[in-house]
């Protein structure tokens, strides 16, 4: 399996990776990208930020890398993919966003990755017993003691 995942120059996206163990990860980004060569992952510029065609665009390039899922961080990719879920489906890649997403910039130390409502990865232990029944998708920042969840987005690159 491999995976694109956007906004790969930031901490954020490298935190990430931790989730996906046995898996090639392509972290991506606008404009140049740093000649760093990893075992665990691989960095590919995505071309110049276009807002305008920002769903096109990703699916272009989860095509020409022959990706099979895609989890993008960039606030307007997010709102944007989730409008062309079904494009995405169509040709065979899955995206780990939620259909409806709510953006916020609250960051909590704590973090956890869902896959279609299954907790694939989390940093601490916390009860997440209702994911399948909120069907879950993608990156969220959660508050332990408060049981809050926020979606997982990096501001827009300039």
Request: aromatic share 10%; hydrophobic share 40%.
């Amino acid at each position: 399996m491999k995976i694109l995942i956007t906004g790969g120059k930031t901490a954020t996206a490298l935190k990430i990776t931790k989730a996906f163990e046995d898996t090639e990860i392509i972290l991506a980004d606008y404009g140049a990208m740093p000649a760093i060569k990893s075992t665990a992952y691989s960095l590919e510029s995505i071309g110049e930020w276009n807002q305008e065609i920002l769903a096109h665009h990703l699916l272009t390039k989860c095509l020409d890398y022959g990706v099979d899922k895609l989890l993008p961080l960039y606030e307007s990719e997010i709102v944007a993919i989730a409008k062309s879920l079904t494009l995405f489906d169509e040709f065979g890649i899955q995206v780990l966003v939620p259909e409806n997403p709510s953006i916020n910039q609250r960051k909590f130390k704590d973090w956890c990755l869902f896959e279609n409502g299954k907790l694939i990865y989390t940093s601490a232990k916390f009860d997440f017993e209702n994911a399948d029944s909120i069907h879950l998708n993608g990156a969220y920042f959660f508050d332990v003691e408060k049981g809050k969840l926020e979606l997982v987005s990096i501001p827009n690159p300039l």
